[in-house]
Nanobody, 124 residues
């Protein structure tokens, strides 16, 4: 059974930075693309960023482009989401997910294993 484990959430003031980490067990991590999604209270889950299995291609939501960076660790077993210049509207539960394929999916339907989420709160 595939498990997805996120860590690194927390509270920060606007303009600050946080780094989220994600690892999976029960599957060969380097085989799959990985993504980050988020869900704010009262809103639908939305795509944030994704990276292909080799780490050579990435994709970002327009709302985070230029501020967030997704990457794979040097050992390729961890995915990171570096979040800079955080805004109050970035406040949400952030979810890491495993893609069903090796290439990037922008929609939640393309992912088949999800973490429990980690809370990110940005205060003004």
């Amino acid at each position: 059974q595939v498990q997805v484990l996120e860590s690194g959430g927390g509270s920060v003031q606007a303009g600050g930075s946080l780094t989220l980490s994600c690892a999976i067990s029960g599957a060969t991590f380097s085989t799959y693309a990985m993504g980050w999604f988020r869900q704010a209270p009262g809103k639908e889950r939305e795509f944030v960023a994704a990276i292909d299995r080799r780490g050579g291609k990435t994709a970002y939501a327009d709302s985070v482009k230029g501020r967030f960076t997704i990457s794979r660790g040097s050992t390729k077993i961890t995915v990171y989401l570096q979040m800079n210049s955080l805004k109050p509207e970035d406040t949400a539960i952030y979810y890491c997910a495993k893609d069903v394929r090796s290439v990037i999916s922008l929609r939640a339907q393309g992912y088949d294993a999800w973490g429990q989420g980690t809370q990110v709160t940005v205060s003004s």
